[in-house]
C-alpha cells in the first residue's frame, strides 16, 4: 500500500527559504542539474510512491518493464522541475507560455456571471495564476490548507498580484460558503476535480480504462448551479515553456440530478485520460488513484 499523500511540499521552511534566495541569484538550469544528483535518494527513500507509479505506466499504460521504470524516473525528475519552477516563481523568475483555445476563458470572463474552472494533477496548474487571469473578474482558488509557511505566503503573496485569491480546505466546511459567495458575485472558482479528501462523496468515473473515484463536489456544484464550466490542463514542454490548455465542459441537461452529474464527471474522465496519454510523465497524483481508499 502507498503512503497517503500528504499535501505538503517537501523540506523544511529554512530550506524552501534558502532555494528561493538561490533561484532569485542562480540559473533555474543549474538547480534542475543540482536535482539530478539526489534525485535516486529520493526515490531509493519512497519506495512505495515508486511502486504506485509503476504499476501506471505497467498496468494502465501498458508500458514493457524497462519502459515503465524509464517512465518512473522521468516522472520524479519532471515533478522535481515542477516544485523547483514554483518556488522560481516566488523568486521572481518568469516562465513563457503557449496558451490553446485562451478565447474560451476570456469569453466567458467578459460576462457578469461567474464560472468554474476544474484543474487537476496533471502537470502544474499554479502556473496558471501567473498567466491566464484577468483584471476583470477575481480568480479564486481552492487548494490544500495544510502546505508549509513559506509555500502558502508567497503562494499567496504572488498570485494576489494576478487579481487571485485563495481558498483553503476547511475542516469545517467553510470553504464551502466561500465559493458558492465567489460564484454567486460574478467571480471564477478554479479547483481540482481529481482528487477526494476524506469522507466525501464521490463519483466513479473510468480513467484510463478503469474505474476511479473523483470527488463529486465540483461536478455537483456545476450542475446544481449550471454555471460555466472550462477545464485548463498546465503542462511543461521545456525549461522555461508552459503550454496551458483550456477546454470547454459543457454541463447535460437532461436527466435527473445524479444522471447529469455522472455525466459530467465521465466527460471530466474522458478528458484526463486523454491528457494521461499525452503526458504520461508529467501525473503527480501518487497515490493509486484507482484504489477505494481514501486520501488527503
Same mark, same amino acid.
Given at each position: ?138 480568480? +479564486?482558488?481552492?487548494?490544500? *490548507? ?8 508567497? #503562494? !499567496? @503573496? &504572488?498570485? %494576489?498580484?494576478? $487579481? ?78 508552459? +503550454?496551458?490548455?483550456?477546454? *470547454? ?8 440530478? #445524479? !444522471? @447529469? &452529474?455522472? %455525466?459530467?464527471? $465521465? ?30
Amino acid at each position: 500500500m502507498a503512503a497517503k499523500w500528504t499535501g505538503k511540499t517537501d523540506g523544511t521552511p529554512r530550506m524552501q527559504r534558502a532555494l528561493i534566495w538561490l533561484l532569485r541569484r542562480t540559473d533555474i538550469r543549474l538547480m534542475y542539474a543540482v536535482m539530478v544528483l539526489w534525485l535516486p535518494f529520493y526515490m531509493l527513500f519512497r519506495p512505495s510512491t515508486v511502486r504506485v507509479q509503476y504499476r501506471l505506466f505497467r498496468e494502465r499504460l501498458g508500458y514493457s518493464r524497462m519502459k515503465s521504470m524509464r517512465s518512473v524516473c522521468r516522472n520524479f525528475y519532471n515533478f522535481g522541475e515542477v516544485v523547483i519552477d514554483r518556488f522560481a516563481a516566488h523568486a521572481g523568475k518568469r516562465f513563457e507560455y503557449v496558451i490553446e483555445h485562451k478565447e474560451l476563458f476570456y469569453d466567458i470572463a467578459d460576462k457578469e456571471d461567474g464560472f468554474i474552472v476544474l484543474s487537476s494533477h496533471l502537470g502544474n496548474f499554479e502556473m496558471a495564476g501567473y498567466e491566464l487571469t484577468t483584471p476583470k473578474k477575481k480568480m +479564486h482558488v481552492v487548494l490544500y *490548507a495544510g502546505d508549509t509557511e513559506v509555500v502558502m505566503e508567497n #503562494r !499567496e @503573496r &504572488i498570485l %494576489a498580484s494576478h $487579481n487571485i485569491a485563495l481558498i483553503p480546505l476547511q475542516k469545517d466546511m467553510s470553504h464551502v460558503y466561500a465559493i458558492g459567495n465567489a460564484l454567486s458575485n460574478g467571480e471564477i472558482v478554479a479547483m481540482p476535480a481529481d482528487r477526494r479528501v476524506g469522507d466525501g462523496k464521490t463519483v466513479s468515473v473510468p480513467v484510463l480504462g478503469k474505474e476511479a473515484k473523483l470527488p463529486m463536489g465540483p461536478f455537483a456544484l456545476a450542475v446544481t448551479r449550471e454555471d460555466k464550466v472550462l477545464v485548463v490542463f498546465v503542462v511543461k514542454d521545456n525549461s522555461r515553456m508552459y +503550454h496551458i490548455y483550456v477546454k *470547454a465542459l459543457p454541463i447535460p441537461m437532461e436527466g435527473k440530478v #445524479r !444522471e @447529469r &452529474i455522472n %455525466a459530467l464527471a $465521465n466527460q471530466y474522465g474522458t478528458m484526463l485520460s486523454e491528457m494521461i496519454r499525452r503526458y504520461p510523465t508529467q501525473l503527480y497524483n501518487y497515490y493509486d488513484f484507482w484504489s477505494e481508499e481514501k486520501w488527503l
